[in-house]
């Protein structure tokens, strides 16, 4: 009885308490993968191997080149998370290289210390492109740490 005063709980709940022995929660059994690490090595190996194989979706592989293991593509997706590989918007275009980094320095460093008058002629434009047909982004899986990989870049 001190301990249903004490703690505000009902008798039945102290006799389940001490019937069960555990006080707290037990805890979720994970599922265990599965793919084996073998299994998951290959579709990185695949994804690695051709810029094409990197653009394929989850779905695309499961029901594809990897049909024989019978997972779904959740199932990949899961594991190339573990792994540290994801779905991410493929660059454009590499970064920028040494050789233009130091020409651009280099210009800029020249026109430094221009005057107003000197800048006033000079016709400023930005980069814009048109692209005809497809107005989408590219998809490729990539690990985090490989974004500025020229094999990435479409």
């Not at 050789?99 to 460093?109: D, F, P, S």
């Not at 000079?122 to 020229?150: A, I, P």
């Amino acid at each position: 009885m001190q301990i249903t005063a004490q703690l505000g709980i009902s008798q039945g709940q102290v006799n389940y308490s001490l019937r069960c022995g555990a006080v707290s929660p037990k805890k979720r059994k994970r599922k265990s993968s599965r793919l084996k690490a073998d299994d998951v090595d290959q579709i990185i190996s695949y994804f690695e191997s051709s810029p094409g194989n990197r653009c394929k979706t989850f779905l695309e592989l499961a029901s594809g080149p990897f049909r024989h293991l019978g997972v779904s593509e959740q199932v990949i997706q899961r594991e190339l998370k573990k792994t540290g590989y994801q779905r991410h918007m493929a660059r454009l275009k590499p970064p920028v290289s040494q050789k233009t980094m130091k020409i651009r320095r280099e210009w800029a460093e020249a026109h430094l210390n221009w005057t107003h008058e000197e800048w006033t002629p000079v016709l400023w434009t930005d980069e814009t492109w048109v692209e005809d047909g497809r107005h989408s982004r590219d998809w490729v899986t990539r690990s985090v740490c490989t974004f500025l990989n020229k094999k990435m870049v479409i």
